[in-house]
């Protein structure tokens, strides 16, 4: 399976940050060797769709459950798929924490994301006191349990340690292998056989610098790149180091 490298730019980028877009799809780095996807604000989805030309998927970094109604502010997933979008992130532990965000929130988010035809990269991690207490297979499986969607179709998983995120921390390699079979034995016990299919990526604090070693962990079947992503040099420099 060929390497998935996703940017997730959070609430960064002006108009004319879509260059940086249209750069790494001229670049050619989108091919049967990794897959480049871009999660801009919602503000861009629309011209990196268009200057994208295909060859960089582009997603949302966020969706309602509903479909549509009173909710100011908020963006559901047909709409993000009405304007192009193949993917979009939900349950990232920045929306846990600025948003109030529960693992039933992010499974109503997963659910809609892929009624509406999207790709979904649903994220868990545990945090820095979670991981010294010795509980992050604890916290991975219950977050899991409580916001994994009815079947693996069109499923992703971001294993993205909160204390990793931003932070130039990093887990050491076997800790990202270790994290990583985890989720693939809970994927496994609620999925079956599918289990097996669904891909697990990386992230916090991933760079050019060390993006080799952690594509070459088992079982990371990409990375989910937020402060490294946003230039076109150090996105494709971070792909261009996929085995
Ligand atoms: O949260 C992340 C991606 O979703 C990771 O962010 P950083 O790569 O900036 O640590």
Request: negative net charge.
């Amino acid at each position: 399976m060929p390497a998935l490298i996703v940017g997730n730019w959070k609430m960064n980028g002006l108009g004319e940050a879509v260059a940086e877009i249209a750069e790494m799809a001229g670049s050619g780095a989108s091919s049967r060797r990794v897959g480049l996807w871009i999660a801009p604000p919602f503000t861009l989805i629309d011209r990196a769709v268009i200057v994208s030309a295909g060859s960089v998927k582009i997603g949302g970094q966020d969706c309602h459950h509903k479909d549509s109604g009173a909710h100011t502010g908020c963006v559901s997933a047909p709409m993000l798929a009405d304007l192009g979008a193949g993917f979009v992130i939900v349950g990232h532990s920045e929306r846990r924490r600025d948003n109030g965000e529960r693992d039933a929130d992010v499974r109503a988010k997963a659910m809609a994301g892929k009624a509406a035809g999207l790709e979904v990269i649903l994220c868990i991690g545990e945090t820095r006191d979670e991981r010294d207490a010795g509980e992050t297979n604890a916290v991975l499986s219950a977050q899991l349990a409580g916001s994994l969607p009815d079947d693996a179709e069109a499923l992703i998983i971001a294993y993205e340690p909160v204390w990793a995120i931003g932070t130039g921390l990093v887990p050491t390699l076997d800790d990202v292998a270790a994290a990583h079979a985890h989720i693939r034995s809970q994927l496994v016990a609620r999925y079956g056989a599918a289990g097996h299919g669904v891909r697990i990526l990386y992230g916090g604090s991933v760079t050019p610098a060390n993006a080799a070693d952690l594509l070459r962990v088992a079982d990371v079947g990409g990375v989910l790149v937020g402060g490294a992503s946003l230039t076109a040099a150090s996105l494709l420099a971070i792909a261009s180091a996929a085995p």
